[in-house]
């Protein structure tokens, strides 16, 4: 028996990357999972697949976030797959990771860049759980995927990380407004993770630079973080809410 057994999870940018493994490991826990895409279809096929083969539920439902009417294309996706796999529809856990990063500094960000950072950082997730919240059932979870970066320093990403200490915020305001229906909202904040978004770290030296950035002397992996998210929405983090939870592997102490 999983300890999510029972329990519908929505994952955004479940593709690739971080999103994907937080989706592999809430289906190996036993949620049905909705794997959220917008490019990689080809990629959110082998998520899912993937799961099934391993006995999980999962199905893809595709999104451009950011783009006017996004939600809506979202969750008119879930609304109409779930109910293949759980008649009740609804949800249970909802975990905003999908996120853009640019490598611009003060000086380089544009206000049409500044724009589309929110839109899909901090807008999508926040009218995401705007309109989901009527789905989402009392002891729901919603947890927020940030960045290190709200607490080190990296000016060359400043736009970026302008986007994650609003997340930050959000989750911390919208705490208190759902712990009297039992959801918890957390902030799961990961350092370098070896993802797509990193490619630099295929440079040894860089990747030598990023290991030794963390406590622990090497470069995060995407389970390093699913297993992160995978505490928040069990039920023995049900006391814990409206934190950040620094999953940096200890990066800059
Ligand atoms: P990836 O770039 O590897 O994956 C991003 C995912 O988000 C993909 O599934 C992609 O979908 C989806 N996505 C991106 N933009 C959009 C959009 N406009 N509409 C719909 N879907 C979109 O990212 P990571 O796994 O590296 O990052 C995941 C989260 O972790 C993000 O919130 C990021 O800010 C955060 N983070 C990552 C760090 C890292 O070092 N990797 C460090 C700190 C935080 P598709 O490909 O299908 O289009």
Redesign the pocket.
Known sequence: MGALDGKTALV??????????IAERLAADGAVVAV??????T??HEVVTGIRERGGVAFGV??????PG?VDTLLAGFDTAITEYDPRGGLDILV??????TSDDLAGLTPAGFDTLF???VK?PMFLVQQALSRLRDGGRIV??????TRIALPDIIG?AA??GA?EAFSHNLAKQLGPRGITVNAV??????????PWLADPERARWAADFSAFGRV?Q?DD?ADVVAFVVGDDARWVTGQVLDA?GGSAL
């Open positions: 955004t940018g479940a593709s690739r990357g971080i999103g994907r493994a959220h895409y917008h490019r990689g279809v990629a959110a595709r999104a451009e976030l950011g783009v996004d905003n990771n999908a996120a853009i990063g839109a899909v950082n999508a927020n995927i940030s960045s290190g970066v970026y986007t994650k997340v904040s990961p350092g370098i993770v070896e993802t797509d978004v990193n995060g995407p973080i940096t």
